[in-house]
């Protein structure tokens, strides 16, 4: 297959971009080549999708699939239906496991859960964008694929408050430090590496079946925010200091974290991959997360420059504790 990757070097696509060549598939990279160009195996094409006069080299290619990781609002979907239109058998959109209903009124997520979250503009545009390319499924035949990732990690830190892209809870941590979980941290998550993700992500590629379709991949393995944060304290070789304190209580001290809390983590869910496992066989999670997480650390220990301290991150940690226990 030829596979155009829209994007392709980052947190979650990086990892499929390296199964995906492993299979043998002929995969392209369109990038501005400013993170990690030049993939092994890896066609690159320089260009910014956003940008049409860079895009000429792009215009002469027809593909099997094209996948694209950066798109998140209807107006990207619009103009990637007027690019490939007629020029790909597949196209695939990354949109979010956060789309699903919030607040739910079931605790276990299957692809037909409604598509409902109001408390986070990110999720609505990713459905605004899921409808629109729904629309041109059906009105067009624009061979369309819908993936959600959940809590999906490699280079990136899979924690509520401080993580992500950023050392904050870390250094928190080893420092001694209280650090805060949401609610009484018995509420329940999943976090997927992508090693895994891409198992059933590079099996759905070229997949005639799934057009149409609309898939979550995520790891089978459920666990407590008490646990998530335990696991990461051991593997950085520490003992976590926790305070407890209410998603409500920390999004009304700072509404910044209203999105990846009342919006995303702040209750239980559970995924049912039953789908995906059926359409991609040989898919099956086999990462722990306590064994997930020490590759990450590798891989910030490995350029300790990457082990940044958001300090108004850490600001604003301190401002709800005091906060909390000035109550």
């Known amino acids: 297959m030829k596979v155009l990757f829209i994007g392709g070097t980052g947190n979650i696509s990086t990892a499929s971009s390296r199964l995906a060549v492993e299979k043998g598939i002929e995969l392209y990279h369109l990038n501005r080549g400013t993170n990690k160009a030049g993939m092994e195996g890896v066609n690159t094409i320089f260009g910014d ?25 209807p107006e990207d979907i619009e103009r990637d239906i007027q690019l490939f239109q007629g020029k790909t058998k ?51 035949g624009f061979p369309i694929t ?22 904050t809870t870390a250094k928190r941590i080893i420092n ?10 018995t509420s329940l998550w999943t976090v997927t590496h992508a090693d895994d993700f891409a198992k059933g992500f590079v099996g759905l590629l070229g997949l005639t079946t799934a057009i149409g379709h609309a898939f979550h991949i995520t790891s089978d393995e459920i666990l407590s925010w008490n646990m998530i944060y335990k696991i990461f304290a051991d593997a950085l070789g520490f003992e976590a200091r926790v305070v407890h304190i209410a998603s409500d209580f920390i999004c009304k001290m700072e509404p910044s974290f209203t999105g990846t809390l009342l919006a995303d983590k702040g209750e239980s869910v559970i995924f049912d991959n039953s789908k995906i496992k059926t359409f991609v066989p040989d898919f099956k999670a086999t990462i722990p997360f306590s064994e997930g997480i020490r590759r990450t650390l590798k891989w910030f220990d490995e350029t300790p420059e990457r082990k940044v301290v958001n300090e108004d991150k850490n600001q604003k940690i301190e401002r709800i504790l005091k906060a909390y226990k000035s109550l």
Not at 51 to 73: G, R, Y
Request: charged share 20%; with cysteine; proline share 6%.
């Open 49 to 73: 999708i956003n940008k049409p006069e860079e895009l000429s080299e792009l215009q002469k290619h027809s593909w099997d699939v094209v996948v694209n990781w950066i798109a998140f609002t």
């Open 90 to 140: 597949q196209y695939i959109f990354i949109s979010s496991a956060s789309c699903y209903q919030t607040p739910l009124q079931y605790p276990i997520i299957t692809e037909s859960t409604p598509l409902c979250n109001n408390l986070w503009d990110y999720s609505q545009e990713k459905i605004r964008s899921e409808d629109r390319l729904m629309q041109a499924y059906r009105e067009t």
């Open 146 to 167: 819908i993936v959600r990732p959940s809590l999906t990690y490699d280079t990136v830190i899979p924690i509520a408050i401080g993580g992500f892209r950023e050392w």
């Open 176 to 185: 001694g430090e209280e650090i805060i979980i949401h609610g009484d941290g």
